[in-house]
């Protein structure tokens, strides 16, 4: 067997920025090649970041990535780091390709490049195009018909054998994970860029088993992590043995590098593969896949790896970095092991949030955000969610009582303030509310939806002015059920740049707000939520005694058709058949049927749903179809 030691840099790229991500992939194969890492797999597209959409579809930057694959290639090797073989993503085109309607302009790739001694030694792109869900990229790329193999020195005299495959191509049956078998590749390392849903942890790792199996050999899955608009991704980067057994498992939304020994089959002889046309081979798909083949010179001789330390599964020690500040700047605390801790699963939920709306802050250029904050669960958790992604010395939060706000609801929203340092004001509307009532003349109502909406959008006005003054982003606090069904008022409370609790069920929001109190509890913080905003009935308090069970039913009973009727597409029948009751049926879905145009002009918030509201669930607004109920 070859020893072969593999970094995996799970690390946080932004979508554009060239010069960056180019920093980032330099910065984590210096810490690499400080662990004598002897190849390091960066996630897809790390260089362009994911997704980049439209920017697929633009000549000039699809060549700025070209043309920054080869200035990293040359720098890495200028800085003694061109013997360590760098797998990266980043945006390629076809040259070959005439063209013509239904082509993607240019014929973009979505690339994957191998980096070694100062040159792109070898390229590929995404077999299979995934064209569901929150992808479109059939509408961005071509696919690509290769699978690279490249021979890679690990000791005197011996040599492995490395395939490389991307993201989507593990996901569909065959494709390069059968042909790598047919290659007789010992190793297949797959760069991702995996958006978080809930649960998917899961389902990833036993895909990585299942696929490692079939391909013959250890596979390397190493996934990016950070928010881009309405996408999280988590990291959890793997890697497996050829039989499916799991060696290593990164850390979940945080930057890491993950570093192993791999016992591997070495490659057969000790001739040196040329590069050639390749081998066509039938890639099980209804597709060929052309095998290509090159070897990687040994630079700098073969770092010290251990060659003692073998397990009596065939596996060699194996190790991982863990550093939670940036790979440019000081080293944090180090945490030494193949696993990382696993979060629970409202663990898993309330990270994706806070790192969406970090990275939506961080990576948009603000420094700050402001948002209502009225005592309800909704703001609180929203508010909590902000300090816990970018400081409370940065969320501002203005109480904005009206003369139906209950004095609970103020004190609620001044304990959340001082138990979390947050900077608040308080600019009490009615006067404000008044002036506009009495400027739209005798007519216009004191009561009723009108006059309930004039106080939703004083606020919203209040709110854009502050954020305005202060160069803040604007955070609404509305959460699934109540876009779901339109319990929300356009220009009011929808007005802001982005909702981090969009794709959170009232449910959820409860069971979010329980898990953060009893984390800061489990630690001996004091808790950020007024246990009264978690236990009092919800309300918009927009009228006398209002709450939210005079316009909806009971959140437990209404997030349960909800989940059935928007994430899994039950038609009407469908949700009667499980037990929804007939009457409730008609109505939820008449309410988020109704509700869609006010949906299209809500802003982004993190997806965490199988289905979010936005780029996974789009209904026309424009719509003659009604579900009809049986009977």
């Given at each position: 067997?070859?020893t072969?030691?593999?970094?995996?840099?799970q690390?946080?790229?932004t979508?554009?920025?060239?010069?960056?991500?180019?920093?980032l992939?330099?910065?984590?194969?210096?810490?690499?090649a400080?662990?004598?890492?002897?190849?390091?797999l960066?996630p897809?597209?790390?260089?362009?970041?994911y997704?980049?959409?439209?920017l697929?579809?633009?000549?000039?930057?699809?060549?700025?990535?070209?043309?920054?694959?080869r200035e990293?290639a040359?720098?890495?090797?200028?800085?003694?780091?061109?013997h360590?073989?760098?797998?990266?993503g980043?945006?390629?085109?076809?040259?070959?390709?005439?063209a013509?309607t239904g082509?993607?302009a240019?014929a973009?790739?979505?690339?994957?490049?191998?980096?070694h001694?100062g040159?792109?030694?070898?390229?590929?792109?995404k077999?299979h195009l995934?064209?569901?869900?929150?992808?479109d990229e059939?509408?961005?790329?071509?696919?690509?018909?290769?699978?690279p193999v490249?021979r890679?020195?690990?000791?005197?005299g011996?040599?492995?054998?490395?395939?490389?495959?991307?993201?989507?191509?593990?996901?569909?049956?065959g494709?390069?994970v059968?042909v790598?078998r047919?290659?007789?590749a010992?190793?297949?390392?797959?760069?991702?860029a995996?958006?978080?849903?809930?649960?998917?942890d899961?389902?990833?790792?036993?895909?990585?088993?299942r696929?490692?199996r079939?391909?013959g050999?250890?596979?390397?899955?190493c996934?990016?992590?950070?928010g881009?608009?309405?996408?999280?991704?988590?990291g959890?980067?793997i890697?497996v043995?050829a039989?499916?057994?799991?060696?290593a498992?990164?850390?979940q939304f945080?930057?890491?590098?993950?570093?192993?020994?791999l016992?591997l089959s070495?490659?057969?002889g000790?001739?040196?593969?040329?590069?050639?046309?390749?081998?066509?081979?039938?890639?099980?798909d209804?597709?060929?896949?052309?095998v290509?083949?090159?070897?990687?010179?040994?630079l700098?001789?073969?770092?010290g790896v251990?060659?003692?330390?073998?397990?009596?599964?065939?596996?060699a020690e194996?190790?991982?970095?863990?550093?939670?500040?940036?790979?440019?700047?000081?080293?944090?605390?180090?945490e030494?092991?193949?696993f990382?801790?696993?979060?629970d699963?409202?663990?898993?939920?309330?990270?994706?949030l806070?790192?969406?709306?970090r990275?939506?802050?961080r990576?948009?250029?603000?420094?700050?955000?402001?948002?209502?904050?009225?005592?309800?669960?909704?703001?609180?958790?929203?508010?909590?969610?902000?300090?816990?992604a970018?400081?409370?010395?940065?969320?501002?939060?203005?109480?904005?009582?009206?003369d139906?706000?209950?004095?609970?609801?103020?004190?609620?929203?001044?304990d959340?303030?001082?138990?979390?340092?947050?900077?608040?004001q308080?600019?009490?509307i009615q006067?404000?509310?008044?002036?506009?009532?009495?400027?739209?003349?005798?007519g216009?109502?004191?009561?009723?939806?009108?006059?309930?909406?004039?106080?939703?959008?004083?606020?919203?006005?209040?709110?854009?002015?502050?954020?305005?003054?202060?160069?803040?982003?604007?955070?609404?606090?509305?959460?699934?059920?109540?876009?779901?069904?339109?319990?929300?008022?356009?220009?009011?409370?929808?007005?802001?740049?982005?909702g981090p609790?969009?794709?959170?069920?009232?449910?959820?929001?409860?069971?979010?707000?329980r898990?953060?109190?009893a984390?800061?509890?489990?630690?001996?913080?004091?808790?950020?939520?007024p246990?009264?905003s978690?236990t009092?009935?919800?309300?918009?308090?927009?009228a006398p005694?209002?709450?939210?069970?005079d316009?909806?039913?009971?959140?437990?009973i209404?997030?349960?058709?909800?989940?059935?009727?928007?994430?899994?597409?039950?038609?009407?029948?469908?949700?009667?058949?499980?037990?929804h009751?007939?009457d409730?049926?008609a109505r939820?879905?008449?309410?988020?049927d109704?509700a869609?145009?006010?949906?299209?002009?809500?802003?982004?918030?993190?997806?965490?749903?199988v289905?979010?509201?936005?780029?996974?669930?789009?209904?026309p607004?424009?719509?003659?179809?009604?579900?009809?109920?049986p009977?």
């Amino acid at each position: 067997m070859a020893t072969l030691r593999i970094a995996l840099a799970q690390v946080n790229a932004t979508v554009g920025d060239l010069a960056g991500n180019a920093e980032l992939i330099v910065a984590w194969t210096r810490r690499a090649a400080r662990r004598q890492a002897r190849i390091v797999l960066f996630p897809e597209m790390a260089l362009t970041g994911y997704p980049v959409e439209d920017l697929a579809l633009r000549a000039s930057f699809v060549e700025a990535s070209i043309a920054a694959l080869r200035e990293v290639a040359e720098r890495l090797h200028a800085e003694g780091l061109g013997h360590i073989a760098v797998v990266t993503g980043y945006l390629d085109r076809r040259t070959d390709l005439v063209a013509r309607t239904g082509l993607p302009a240019g014929a973009p790739l979505d690339a994957a490049a191998v980096l070694h001694g100062g040159r792109v030694v070898i390229t590929s792109a995404k077999h299979h195009l995934p064209n569901y869900g929150v992808f479109d990229e059939a509408r961005y790329f071509v696919p690509g018909n290769t699978l690279p193999v490249f021979r890679l020195p690990v000791a005197e005299g011996e040599a492995v054998d490395v395939a490389v495959a991307i993201c989507e191509d593990l996901w569909q049956d065959g494709g390069p994970v059968a042909v790598t078998r047919h290659a007789g590749a010992s190793l297949l390392v797959v760069p991702n860029a995996s958006p978080y849903e809930r649960g998917k942890d899961d389902v990833r790792l036993e895909l990585c088993a299942r696929r490692a199996r079939e391909a013959g050999a250890a596979l390397a899955y190493c996934n990016l992590i950070g928010g881009q608009d309405e996408l999280v991704f988590d990291g959890d980067s793997i890697l497996v043995s050829a039989a499916g057994e799991l060696l290593a498992r990164g850390p979940q939304f945080e930057e890491a590098l993950i570093v192993a020994d791999l016992e591997l089959s070495p490659a057969p002889g000790l001739a040196v593969v040329s590069e050639s046309a390749g081998e066509a081979v039938d890639a099980g798909d209804g597709t060929v896949i052309t095998v290509q083949r090159v070897t990687l010179p040994d630079l700098s001789g073969v770092p010290g790896v251990p060659g003692d330390e073998r397990t009596a599964t065939g596996a060699a020690e194996v190790t991982a970095e863990r550093t939670v500040t940036s790979p440019a700047g000081p080293a944090g605390d180090e945490e030494h092991g193949p696993f990382w801790p696993r979060l629970d699963d409202v663990g898993e939920v309330y990270s994706a949030l806070v790192l969406g709306t970090r990275d939506y802050v961080r990576k948009n250029g603000f420094r700050s955000v402001v948002l209502a904050l009225s005592g309800g669960i909704d703001s609180a958790l929203t508010a909590t969610i902000a300090a816990d992604a970018i400081g409370p010395e940065n969320v501002h939060v203005i109480l904005m009582p009206s003369d139906w706000s209950s004095d609970h609801s103020v004190s609620d929203a001044e304990d959340l303030v001082k138990r979390q340092g947050l900077r608040a004001q308080t600019v009490p509307i009615q006067p404000i509310v008044d002036a506009f009532r009495a400027g739209l003349g005798p007519g216009f109502p004191a009561a009723g939806l009108p006059a309930e909406n004039l106080q939703s959008r004083v606020r919203g006005v209040i709110n854009m002015a502050v954020s305005n003054n202060g160069g803040h982003l604007v955070l609404t606090t509305g959460n699934k059920s109540e876009l779901a069904c339109g319990y929300s008022t356009l220009y009011g409370d929808s007005a802001g740049g982005y909702g981090p609790i969009k794709d959170v069920l009232k449910t959820l929001v409860w069971e979010l707000s329980r898990w953060r109190n009893a984390e800061a509890e489990r630690t001996g913080a004091t808790p950020p939520i007024p246990s009264n905003s978690i236990t009092k009935p919800p309300s918009a308090e927009l009228a006398p005694g209002q709450l939210d069970t005079d316009s909806l039913p009971p959140y437990e009973i209404l997030d349960a058709l909800l989940d059935d009727y928007v994430e899994k597409d039950m038609g009407s029948a469908e949700l009667i058949a499980v037990g929804h009751d007939p009457d409730l049926v008609a109505r939820v879905i008449r309410l988020v049927d109704l509700a869609e145009y006010k949906r299209r002009q809500y802003p982004p918030g993190p997806k965490i749903t199988v289905k979010n509201f936005g780029r996974d669930r789009r209904l026309p607004i424009t719509n003659g179809w009604r579900e009809t109920i049986p009977g």
